[in-house]
């Protein structure tokens, strides 16, 4: 086991106020299975990521900062 992860996992809880926050990491550290969230996509959630991921290899895509500025130039109209 890594102690470094663990001493700066428990620095970080000594620092941390936000309860939800502390809650949450608790029921993760609890959880005895570990949840791959690949596995709770339905097949056909599955089938659209791996057909944007197919398109992202070619190029189809757009940048978020392009994405804005067209949104910007919409708003405009």
């Not at 791996?50 to 070619?58: D, F, Q, T, W």
């Given at each position: 086991m890594n102690s470094e992860i663990k001493n700066e996992l428990h620095k970080l809880i000594d620092n941390c106020d936000n309860e939800l926050l502390l809650s949450e990491a608790r029921s993760l550290l609890e959880s005895k299975?570990?949840?791959?969230?690949?596995?709770?996509?339905?097949?056909?959630?599955?089938n659209l990521v791996?057909?944007?991921?197919?398109?992202?290899?070619?190029?189809?895509?757009?940048s978020h900062e392009k994405l804005m500025q067209q949104f910007e130039t919409w708003k405009k109209k």
């Open positions: 299975e570990i949840k791959d969230w690949w596995d709770e996509l339905t097949d056909e959630d599955k791996l057909e944007s991921e197919a398109e992202y290899e070619k190029g189809n895509f757009i």
